[in-house]
């Protein structure tokens, strides 16, 4: 599994915990979590795929950069 991945998941369980925890104390309402919940699921997946596009980008600058010192070294 990808650290970016296992980053995004604990931000959810995280995330999860405390919506569980506010609403089962009477801190906020059971809308209130909901809503929390769901907005902060749209947050972490746009920061799964940022996170996954900059990994992307770094193999392609890796690849390029590999074929670059090949080429030089012929």
Do not use: H, N, P
Not at 33 to 54: D, E, I, K, N, Q
């Amino acid at each position: 599994m990808k650290k970016y991945t296992i980053i995004v998941l604990a931000l959810f369980a995280y995330a999860i915990g405390m919506f569980v925890w506010g609403y089962t104390k009477g801190t906020i309402s059971e809308t209130e979590a909901l809503l929390g919940t769901v907005a902060m699921s749209v947050v972490l997946t746009a920061l799964w795929f940022v996170y996954r596009r900059r990994e992307r980008y770094r193999e392609e600058l890796r690849k390029s950069a590999k074929a670059r010192r090949d080429e030089d070294s012929k």
